[in-house]
């Protein structure tokens, strides 16, 4: 998904639900902690683990295994948190 911040996420969410036997959910996911390369820097892993802890992460563990969590810049699974 495209940053929520930096443009409208209708067109993107249309067209992950084209495919049979999908369901695309948007979620309100706060702060990833990862804004440019704050979050891959050593100095701030610890804030950014934070952030990220605050919505995002628990979010993600709530969900199914199977689950394919897809943002701008990772895929991430439930099953790595």
């Known amino acids: ?13 249309v067209m992950l639900n084209l495919p049979r036997n999908t369901s695309v959910t948007i979620y309100n996911s706060g702060c990833c902690g990862m ?3 704050f979050g ?3 100095e701030h892993y610890e804030i950014s683990m934070q952030m990220g802890e605050d919505t995002l992460f628990p979010k993600i563990r709530s969900t199914a295994t199977e ?3 897809a943002s701008g810049r990772n895929q991430l699974s439930s099953s790595n948190f």
Do not use: Q
């Not at 998904?1 to 993107?12: E, G």
């Open 1 to 13: 998904m495209p940053p929520k911040s930096l443009s409208a996420i209708d067109a993107t969410f």
């Open 67 to 69: 689950t394919i969590i």
């Open 40 to 42: 891959y820097e050593k």
């Open 35 to 37: 804004a440019g390369s």
